[in-house]
Nanobody, 125 residues
């Protein structure tokens, strides 16, 4: 499975960006697609994830109410709409996927087998 993330860029505080993650290869209806981010000097942080089949969504506390994850099954693509961006949202954002994650593990990066290359989001004041 290959993941291609895109959509990062520079934006001012309060602005919006939409990230995309296109999956190719042996994808599955069992997949969970996730977004994580990593700021310089910090650990990788869970942002959001979505189940491929049922479309259940989960969010990290720091982005809840501002970010929305969605998917387009026909295009094997997951989106992360980011609104009301803050300087602390600045990070490299990674999409990830796995076909065997249970609900209790969805927020843990080490349970994801496939990773995209990362896309940089910079929020300036």
């Amino acid at each position: 499975v290959q993941l291609q993330a895109s959509g990062g860029g520079s934006v001012q505080v309060g602005g919006s960006l939409r990230l995309s993650c296109a999956a190719s290869g042996r994808t599955s209806n069992r997949f969970v697609m996730g977004w994580f981010r990593q700021a310089p000097g910090k650990e990788r942080e869970f942002v959001s994830c979505i189940t491929w089949s049922g479309g259940r969504t989960y969010y990290g506390d720091s982005v809840k109410g501002r970010f929305t994850i969605s998917r387009d099954n026909a295009k094997n693509t997951v989106f992360l709409q980011m609104n009301s961006l803050k300087p602390e949202d600045t990070a490299v954002y990674y999409c990830a996927a796995d076909g065997g994650i249970i609900m209790s593990s969805m927020r843990n990066a080490r349970f994801y087998s496939y990773w995209g290359q990362g896309t940089l989001v910079t929020v300036s004041s």
